[in-house]
């Protein structure tokens, strides 16, 4: 089994930063893909930011020059760095992890708990 742990959300006025992290734990040889999903109220869960195990980024557009995502491997962790932020980044941010290889033919898709973000105006 594998767990994500989410840290790092909170209250934020706009403008200010944050910084999230989520680290994997448990049986497990790789991770193809680490990301961040948000889903505010009334609305369906989106891409925030992914990487590859390569370190190629994709990005959200509505996020592109405010947000970074990053990742460690060898601690099996993401990172997302928000900066610039806006009322409206105000939603549940979920850890993804893609293609966690458990054994030599399985693959399994795993999600976090969640951590809010609230930006107030």
């Known amino acids: 089994q594998v767990q994500l742990v989410e840290s790092g959300g909170g209250l934020v006025q706009a403008g200010g930063s944050l910084r999230l992290s989520c680290a994997a734990s448990g049986s497990f040889f790789s991770i193809n893909i680490m990301g961040w999903y948000r889903q505010a109220p009334g609305k369906q869960r989106e891409l925030v930011a992914r990487?590859?195990?390569?370190?190629?980024?994709n990005y959200a557009d509505s996020v592109k020059g405010r947000f970074t995502i990053s990742r460690d491997n060898a601690k099996s962790t993401v990172y997302l760095q928000m900066n610039s932020l806006k009322p409206e980044d105000t939603a549940v941010y979920y850890c993804?992890?893609?293609?966690?290889?458990?054994?030599?033919?399985?693959?399994?898709?795993?999600w976090g708990r969640g951590t809010q973000v609230t930006v107030s105006s």
């Open positions: 993804s992890a893609l293609g966690v290889r458990t054994g030599p033919l399985y693959t399994t898709d795993y």
């Open positions: 990487v590859n195990g390569a370190g190629s980024t």
